[in-house]
């Protein structure tokens, strides 16, 4: 009992820095200070050699062009060994023909799991649920996504979140549902009167004062 | 280990990333730039390779040893 409220207790939130590690992994010793500067994608899955995770990860394989073009890291993590994780990606890259450029971490003393809140008791004691954590350059955790053992994570919406995300840092603006690049974003609410007066006669697209969009 | 083999001697990336030391010192970002390995990989192989004496830290930069740079003749 104790050690599930110590794991519950320890869920990482948003804005709060992500929990440090030293772990081993397919590419060595990794610590999370080496993706320092850079954007990082930190993902869990159940077990490799199972056939949801193999999916996934030819799916993230497929996706890594286009998350390195937006300067962002995969680290993949299961509480598999080192060997366990090898044996597995030479199989995918033998059987189906994709190579798992991203190093996977392998948790067998559960420590990041724990750290990040990655095994639910209520879906498995012993396995990590698919979670993902976007870490951005200072190493704050901006987005925290969990799904069931048994739903594969979606590619275009993790994407989706890196590219909404760099969008509303580099622009200090927020974006509607089902954003795209190249949507119109929305403008921050003001704060006072005067700024909600202004604010009509600035151009943006306004519903009303409190519901402005503009082009970027 | 990444960079360095059980037996001591650094693996390709780690004769890449030597290499690039042999210039100078140098900070994992110009080692990576250097080679074109992810940063990341460059600063962990760089802590292998000052663990396995074949590189020395200096601050936040590099210098390749002398027992590296006889690994990479």
Known sequence: MEEVKEQVISLPRLGEPAPAFEAATTHGVLKLEDFKGGWLILFSHPADFTPVCTTEFIAFAEIYPELQKRGVELLGLSVDSVSSHIAWVRNVEEKIGVKIPFPIIADLSKEVSLAYGMIHPGQSKTETVRCVFIIDPKQIIRTVLYYPLTTGRNMDEILRIIDALQTTDANAVATPANWRPGDMVVVPPPNTQEMAEERLKQGYECVDWYLCKKKL | ?73
């Open chain 2, 1 to 73: 280990m990444a960079c360095v083999s059980p037996d001591g001697t650094p693996t390709e990336s780690g004769v890449q990333m030597l290499r690039a030391l042999r210039s100078g010192l140098g900070p994992p970002e110009e080692i990576a730039k250097d080679t074109g390995l992810p940063l990341f990989r460059v600063r962990s192989g760089l802590r292998e390779l000052s663990q396995a004496g074949l590189a020395n830290q200096k601050n936040d930069e590099y210098e390749i040893t002398e027992k590296g740079v006889a690994l990479t003749k």
